[in-house]
Nanobody, 124 residues
Framework: QVQLVESGGGLVQAGGSLRLACAAS????????MGWFRQAPGKERAFVSR????????YYADSVKGRFTVSRDNANDMVYLQMNSLRPEDTAIYYC?????????????????WGQGTQVTVSS
């Protein structure tokens, strides 16, 4: 059973940057896509980004396109989310998740393993 642990969240001013990391323990990521989702207070969990298992394709929500970059290091079972030009509306708990498939999906129910989340707060 793989466990996922996110890190790198924190408080940052608008326009700043953060880099989130997601580490796997127990077992490797395997040949699965990895995704990042976020949940703001009072809102449903929303897709942010995903990366296919080989890292050859990446996908982003329109709201973060051009500002966020997802990457992965399969040798070390790490996934990253570089977040630049942060906005107050990016404030949320950010979760990494492992997909059931190699290509992944934008739908949360297509992911079977989740981390505990890391808080990102962007002040105006």
């Amino acid at each position: 059973q793989v466990q996922l642990v996110e890190s790198g969240g924190g408080l940052v001013q608008a326009g700043g940057s953060l880099r989130l990391a997601c580490a796997a323990s127990g077992r490797t990521f395997g040949s699965y896509a990895m995704g990042w989702f976020r949940q703001a207070p009072g809102k449903e969990r929303a897709f942010v980004s995903r990366i296919t298992w080989f890292g050859s394709r990446t996908y982003y929500a329109d709201s973060v396109k051009g500002r966020f970059t997802v990457s992965r290091d399969n040798a070390n079972d790490m996934v990253y989310l570089q977040m630049n030009s942060l906005r107050p509306e990016d404030t949320a708990i950010y979760y990494c998740a492992r997909s059931r498939t190699a290509s992944g999906s934008n739908l949360a129910n297509e992911y079977d393993t989740w981390g505990q989340g890391t808080q990102v707060t962007v002040s105006s």
